[in-house]
């Protein structure tokens, strides 16, 4: 079974809202990246929530159907990217989201309006 797209980002903000993710924020990368259909970015205000955070994000995946084809960053915490393929997680410890400021980056990505 694979699990369409627009589900995974669903269940990718679910999860990270679970954890108390901070300043969350999905982006429809559709027509303008190749690399994948939505980019999912959030923080947390510690390393430990950073942390459960990706890792929620990534046992939901997995429950839910999806190849988690990297992750990267859980040593330190700093930044997490979890990708997912079509998907792909960024999970920033509060101080670092502000310094790489990515969404600036995709400015021309469409915010998913969730309802």
């Known amino acids: 079974m694979t699990i369409q797209p627009d589900d995974l980002m669903s269940i990718v903000v679910d ?3 679970d954890k108390k993710a901070m300043n969350l924020i999905a982006l429809n990368l559709q027509g303008i990246s190749l690399i994948s259909d939505y980019f999912i970015i959030c923080h947390g205000n510690s390393e430990t929530q ?7 994000i990534r046992k939901r995946a997995e429950e839910n159907g999806a190849r988690i084809r990297g992750m990267e960053g859980m040593d330190t915490a700093r930044w ?11 999970v920033f410890h509060r101080d670092d989201r502000e310094y ?10 469409k915010v998913v309006e969730r309802v």
Do not use: C, F, K, P
């Open 15 to 17: 999860a990270a809202e």
């Open 50 to 56: 950073v942390q459960a955070i990706a890792t929620e």
């Open 80 to 90: 997490v990217l979890v990708d997912m393929g079509d998907v792909v997680a960024h």
């Open 100 to 109: 790489y400021n990515i969404e600036r980056l995709w400015s021309d990505a």
